[in-house]
Nanobody, 123 residues
Framework: VQLQASGGGLVQAGGSLRLSCVAS????????MGWFRQAPGRERDLVAA????????FYAVSVKGRFTISRDNAKNTLYLQMNSLKPEDTAGYYC?????????????????WGQGTLVTVSS
């Protein structure tokens, strides 16, 4: 299984970024998917999760109303649209897959991880 994330970069506070994650080696449409982030010296936290068909979504309190997770099963691709970015959103962002799990909102449900993409938000 490979998860290739992209789309990170440097952006000013209030700006937007869109992350993408292309998956291969798994049946994407039957994998719950999520985005995690990890800042230096901190634990890796679940930011958002989406169910198989995209009908159910989960967001951490800190990003709710600003971030949107979505997926395109025809393209085996997961997205994270990030708006109104804040300096505290600065972190490495990782996509993760939970094959066979419909709606994974617990960290331990995830089996595979991508390499991460860095998001830096300047004030």
């Amino acid at each position: 299984v490979q998860l290739q994330a992209s789309g990170g970069g440097l952006v000013q506070a209030g700006g937007s970024l869109r992350l993408s994650c292309v998956a291969s080696g798994l049946t994407f449409s039957y994998a719950g998917m999520g985005w995690f982030r990890q800042a230096p010296g901190r634990e890796r936290d679940l930011v958002a999760a989406v169910s198989w068909g995209g009908t159910r979504t989960f967001y951490a309190v800190s990003v709710k109303g600003r971030f949107t997770i979505s997926r395109d099963n025809a393209k085996n691709t997961l997205y994270l649209q990030m708006n109104s970015l804040k300096p505290e959103d600065t972190a490495g962002y990782y996509c993760a897959a939970a094959p066979g799990v419909f709606y994974p909102t617990d960290n331990e449900k995830y089996t595979y991880w991508g390499q991460g993409t860095l998001v830096t938000v300047s004030s």
